[in-house]
C-alpha cells in the first residue's frame, strides 16, 4: 500500500499545501490523487491553475524544481477528469482500482495524445502544450 493512502483527505492537501508531505509519499499515484481531490473540491480548471503552482512550490521545496513539468501536470490532470466522468466511485483508493490505466500505463495513455516527448522535452516543462494528436 502507497504511504499517502494513510491520510485523509484533506490532511493529505493541507499537508502537500504546506509542504510538509514527505516526499517520497509523493508518488505517481499521489500525484493523481491531488487531481482527483482538486476536481472534486473545486473543478478541473481550477485545478489546472492551482496544482501546478502546488507542485512547483513543493519540488522547489524539497530541493527539486527541475522535476516539475508543467504539460504533464495538466495533462494528468485532464486525464484523470476524464476518467472520473466515467466513474461510479466515491473514494480515490476505488477510483484508481476502477481505472488502473492511470497507475500502470500513464504515459502510454499520454502517448495517444502527443507525437512528442513531454516527458523529456525543455519546454513541455515550463509551459504547457496542447496535445497534438489527440484533445483531453
Not at 494513510?6 to 508518488?27: E, H, I, R
Not at 481550477?46 to 521545496?61: E, G, M, V, Y
Request: aromatic residues 14%; proline residues 4%; hydrophobic residues 35%.
Amino acid at each position: 500500500m502507497e504511504e499517502h493512502r494513510k491520510l485523509t483527505d484533506s490532511k493529505f492537501l493541507k499537508q502537500f499545501a504546506n509542504c510538509t508531505l514527505t516526499p517520497t509519499l509523493f508518488t505517481h499515484e499521489a500525484h493523481l490523487r491531488l487531481a482527483w481531490v482538486n476536481i472534486n473540491e473545486y473543478d478541473v480548471n481550477t485545478a489546472c491553475i492551482s496544482i501546478p503552482n502546488q507542485i512547483l512550490k513543493f519540488a522547489t521545496k524539497h530541493g527539486d524544481p527541475d522535476k516539475f513539468n508543467k504539460t504533464i501536470t495538466i495533462a494528468a490532470i485532464k486525464t484523470v477528469h476524464h476518467f472520473m466522468q466515467k466513474s461510479r466511485s466515491t473514494s480515490f483508493q476505488d477510483f484508481i482500482n476502477e481505472f488502473p490505466r492511470l497507475k500502470y500505463n500513464f504515459k502510454e495513455l499520454l502517448g495517444y495524445h502527443y507525437s512528442i516527448d513531454i516527458f523529456n522535452s525543455e519546454k513541455a516543462q515550463k509551459q504547457y502544450i496542447e496535445p497534438d494528436l489527440l484533445p483531453f
